[in-house]
Antibody
């Protein structure tokens, strides 16, 4: 059974850097075809894909947030860490991590789906 | 503003069928059979319902089905039940290993 759980601060101040950790079990992020993604959801709004890290340490980011995001993995700890710099009140959201199955398409790694998801963690940006 | 367009809301009576559309462009939905659908109940994490346009994960009811025509993907729920009332989101591969979500659709079971 695959499970994931997000952890990190519930409140950050504007301009600070947010660091979130996704701790998972039931799979290894060193197994070919596996990835972990981060997705966020502002209160009452839609889902937004942020970043994805693959088993081979390759990484992809949302083009609109790429300059502010860094995703890393610690395979030995079964953890994925997302950092987001220069936080703003508009970044207030529930942040989810999710397991992803990866396939190759024209030599590019693509996510087939996010399943399952963690429970999410609400991060509020306020002074 | 989301990259993929979904109707804000749809509704149906128990037992009926409804369809939720997800309209993209020739750069995302139209070019790849990599559309997935997620169900989200209030206060809960999203749940995968359909992947790769029409594939259903183990454990998901066969009342849920997906399809695609051109730049528009669709999720159909047949035999509508009260527990289907939720928000539904589509997601598509958009090239260069990036992903896009739709704006979400609130399904109300009357």
């Amino acid at each position: 059974q695959i499970t994931l759980k997000e952890s990190g601060p519930t409140l950050v101040k504007p301009t600070q850097t947010l660091t979130l950790t996704c701790t998972f079990s039931g799979f290894s992020l060193s197994t070919s075809g596996v990835g972990v993604g981060w997705i966020r959801q502002p209160p009452g709004k839609a889902l937004e894909w942020l970043a994805l890290i693959y088993w081979d340490d390759d990484k992809r980011y949302s083009p609109s947030l790429k300059s502010r995001l860094t995703i890393t993995k610690d395979t030995s700890k079964n953890q994925v860490v997302l950092t987001m710099t220069n936080m703003d009140p508009v970044d207030t959201a529930t942040y989810y991590c999710a397991h992803s199955r990866i396939r190759f398409l024209d030599r590019a790694k693509v996510s087939r789906s996010f399943d399952p998801w963690g429970q999410g963690t609400l991060v509020t940006v306020s002074s | 503003q989301s990259a993929l367009t979904q109707p804000a809301s749809v509704s149906g009576s128990p037992g009926q069928s409804i369809t939720i559309s997800c309209t993209g462009t020739s750069s995302d939905v139209g070019s790849y059979n990599l559309v997935s659908w997620y169900q989200q109940h209030p206060g809960k994490a999203p749940k995968l319902m359909i992947y790769e346009v029409s594939k259903r994960p183990s454990g998901v009811s066969n009342r849920f089905s997906g399809s695609k025509s051109g730049n528009t993907a669709s999720l159909t729920i047949s035999g509508l039940q009260a527990e289907d009332e939720a928000d539904y989101y589509c997601c598509s591969y958009a090239g260069s290993s990036t992903l896009e979500f739709g704006g979400g659709t609130k399904l109300t079971v009357l």
